[in-house]
């Protein structure tokens, strides 16, 4: 490092929101990864996880995989609407591209079924023709299994309810209700139905349908749940779509690591007067603690974050800008609608600053959410900052520049950088990261003069062009953001590498 020391606040882990997972030919667990774009295999008796499917091939945004007799792993491509066969070869496929959103996946013998994660969705097989409409009107499908009795059982996420339809079709039959917010269903090998919530609690719902039909209630802490496979000890091993890691779930509760959670960006960060640390991280608001993420909210899609006393405002890249308030936990949205909205800031008196990366502007939101245009005609804007009571300024990564907002003039402060992101303001320097380098730029903001003042890791997974952000009116793979955030002692923090990054200067550590 370069006038910085740098210590992250926690490990990286190597499973970043795992989603669906299954056994494969060769005794490791599979892991498909929505966000990362990738496949991984996990020992789990050493913990050990190899890359198999890496981002950038055909399958943009695996969600969930299953594995047919001949060892062909089948794969739901959520984003663009796919299904993949990855043969034993490692050579690809396509099942088809005539399904929406496609997320729980299952294989009976040499038979393929998938359902669509949308209101209104299908349960489909598919063959060598058309998809065979099983059940439509789905509130939302997820991680589904052929039952003991030989049916085909699937949530809706929605309406928290758990249905049943035989393989060959038929009158789909409710099978429980009132169940806390489903999103997949397993059988252990005593044939008791397991369904996971997606919940902050980490709650699992136990029904005995073959015996008594008793329902219990494990509450295992494990936020996010997502899907879970169990191998030939019945043993139970789940996966987080907020926190990634794979996690073995013992019947009484205990949990045992086998590969570490973390985050999932992260993407903003920020930090409180009291000097805590708050990090967007896509599912959820997190703060990170003695190498671990701990879970403030479930509030999907935060990737902007700025802390204003006990409020954390927030965007989305989908549109929305919200304020979340830590002493109430309720949430007011403050604007939707716009262009891909990444760095927020807030003025000393209360005004939002928003880089509204899409349409090429930086907006402000006052207390009555009246939205106005403080700058226009830009690139990309990706980060804001302000200082004090003084001027704003924003990063515009497409034009590779950063710039100075003092009423209505834009100055140029620095450009021919390598796609600047997240920026803040400390002790007379504009810091920027640059993330096409892997630099943090110290820009003097007396003289203009940029140094590198550090190394920043890359961010893990994702390269290059990503799927669409939006996928039939819901939302898709977001783009990586490195946010920045000023500290006490002339420090910084900054969202890189899978970690945050406490940056204090090199004289001081």
């Given at each position: 490092?370069?006038?910085?020391?740098?210590?992250?606040?926690?490990?990286?882990?190597?499973?970043?929101?795992?989603?669906?997972?299954?056994?494969?030919?060769?005794?490791?667990?599979?892991?498909?990864?929505?966000?990362?774009?990738?496949?991984?295999?996990?020992?789990?008796?050493?913990?050990?996880?190899?890359?198999?499917?890496?981002?950038?091939?055909?399958?943009?945004?695996?969600?969930?995989?299953?594995f047919?007799?001949?060892?062909?792993?089948?794969?739901?491509?959520?984003?663009?609407?796919?299904v993949?066969?990855?043969?034993?070869?490692?050579?690809?496929?396509?099942?088809?591209?005539?399904?929406?959103?496609?997320?729980?996946?299952?294989?009976?013998?040499?038979?393929?079924?998938?359902?669509?994660?949308?209101?209104?969705?299908?349960?489909l097989?598919?063959?060598?023709?058309?998809?065979?409409?099983?059940?439509?009107e789905?509130?939302?499908?997820?991680?589904?299994?052929?039952?003991?009795?030989?049916?085909?059982?699937?949530?809706?996420?929605?309406?928290?309810?758990?249905?049943?339809?035989?393989?060959?079709?038929?009158?789909?039959?409710?099978?429980?209700?009132?169940?806390?917010?489903?999103?997949?269903?397993?059988?252990?090998?005593?044939?008791?139905?397991?369904?996971?919530?997606?919940?902050?609690?980490?709650i699992?719902?136990?029904?005995?349908?073959?015996?008594?039909?008793?329902?219990?209630l494990?509450?295992?802490?494990?936020?996010g749940?997502?899907?879970?496979?169990?191998?030939?000890?019945?043993?139970?091993?789940?996966?987080s779509?907020?926190?990634?890691?794979?996690?073995?779930?013992?019947?009484?509760?205990?949990?045992?690591?086998?590969?570490?959670?973390?985050?999932?960006?992260?993407?903003?960060?920020?930090?409180?007067l009291?000097?805590?640390?708050?990090?967007?991280?896509?599912?959820?608001?997190?703060?990170?603690?003695?190498?671990?993420?701990?879970?403030?909210?479930?509030?999907?899609?935060?990737?902007?974050?700025?802390?204003?006393?006990?409020?954390?405002?927030?965007?989305?890249?989908?549109?929305?800008?919200?304020?979340?308030?830590?002493?109430?936990?309720e949430?007011?949205?403050?604007?939707?609608?716009?262009?891909?909205?990444?760095?927020?800031?807030?003025?000393?008196d209360?005004?939002?600053?928003?880089?509204?990366?899409?349409?090429?502007?930086?907006?402000?939101?006052?207390?009555?959410?009246?939205?106005?245009?403080?700058?226009?005609?830009?690139?990309?804007?990706?980060?804001v900052?302000?200082?004090?009571?003084?001027?704003?300024?924003?990063?515009?990564?497409?034009?590779?520049?950063?710039?100075?907002?003092?009423?209505?003039?834009?100055?140029?402060?620095?450009?021919?950088?390598g796609?600047?992101?997240?920026?803040?303001?400390v002790?007379?320097?504009?810091?920027?990261?640059?993330?096409?380098?892997?630099?943090?730029?110290?820009?003097?903001?007396?003289?203009?003069?940029?140094?590198?003042?550090?190394?920043?890791?890359?961010?893990?997974?994702?390269?290059?062009?990503?799927?669409?952000?939006?996928?039939?009116?819901?939302?898709?793979?977001?783009?990586?953001?490195?946010?920045?955030?000023?500290?006490?002692?002339?420090?910084?923090?900054?969202?890189?590498?899978?970690?945050?990054?406490?940056?204090?200067?090199?004289?001081?550590?």
């Amino acid at each position: 490092m370069t006038g910085f020391h740098a210590r992250p606040l926690t490990r990286p882990t190597p499973l970043r929101g795992s989603n669906g997972v299954a056994f494969g030919p060769d005794g490791r667990l599979y892991v498909a990864q929505f966000l990362a774009g990738e496949i991984s295999a996990v020992d789990l008796a050493t913990g050990d996880v190899e890359v198999v499917v890496p981002a950038g091939g055909p399958v943009q945004a695996p969600d969930d995989l299953a594995f047919g007799t001949d060892g062909s792993m089948y794969l739901t491509d959520l984003v663009p609407g796919r299904v993949w066969r990855r043969h034993p070869d490692g050579t690809f496929t396509l099942v088809t591209d005539r399904v929406r959103l496609p997320n729980g996946i299952t294989c009976i013998g040499d038979r393929l079924f998938v359902n669509e994660m949308i209101p209104g969705g299908r349960l489909l097989e598919l063959g060598d023709g058309e998809p065979k409409v099983l059940a439509g009107e789905l509130a939302m499908g997820n991680a589904m299994q052929l039952g003991p009795d030989g049916a085909l059982y699937y949530p809706h996420m929605l309406t928290g309810e758990v249905f049943r339809i035989p393989p060959d079709g038929g009158t789909p039959e409710l099978v429980a209700t009132d169940v806390h917010e489903p999103v997949a269903v397993r059988f252990d090998l005593g044939g008791v139905l397991q369904v996971l919530s997606r919940g902050a609690a980490g709650i699992v719902t136990r029904i005995d349908l073959l015996g008594t039909g008793d329902r219990t209630l494990l509450t295992s802490g494990l936020t996010g749940l997502d899907n879970a496979a169990f191998d030939t000890e019945n043993r139970m091993f789940v996966s987080s779509y907020a926190a990634g890691g794979i996690t073995e779930l013992h019947p009484d509760g205990r949990t045992r690591e086998i590969t570490p959670r973390g985050f999932a960006g992260p993407y903003g960060v920020t930090v409180d007067l009291g000097g805590t640390v708050h990090v967007a991280d896509h599912y959820r608001i997190t703060e990170p603690h003695d190498g671990d993420v701990t879970t403030t909210e479930l509030l999907t899609f935060a990737h902007g974050i700025a802390a204003d006393g006990d409020l954390l405002h927030l965007t989305a890249q989908y549109g929305q800008v919200r304020t979340y308030d830590r002493a109430t936990r309720e949430v007011r949205t403050r604007a939707e609608g716009l262009d891909q909205p990444l760095g927020i800031a807030v003025r000393a008196d209360g005004t939002l600053l928003v880089a509204e990366s899409g349409a090429g502007r930086v907006l402000a939101i006052d207390a009555e959410d009246t939205v106005s245009v403080l700058a226009d005609g830009f690139g990309r804007p990706a980060g804001v900052a302000v200082d004090g009571e003084g001027p704003c300024y924003f990063s515009d990564e497409e034009r590779g520049a950063v710039y100075r907002l003092d009423g209505e003039t834009t100055t140029v402060l620095a450009d021919d950088l390598g796609a600047p992101q997240g920026i803040a303001v400390v002790d007379g320097c504009l810091y920027v990261a640059e993330t096409a380098t892997g630099k943090l730029a110290a820009v003097d903001l007396a003289t203009g003069a940029v140094r590198t003042a550090a190394d920043l890791p890359a961010s893990p997974g994702r390269t290059g062009e990503l799927p669409a952000l939006h996928a039939h009116g819901l939302p898709g793979v977001p783009r990586p953001f490195t946010g920045l955030a000023t500290a006490p002692g002339n420090s910084l923090y900054a969202a890189a590498g899978g970690t945050v990054l406490h940056l204090t200067p090199a004289a001081a550590s």
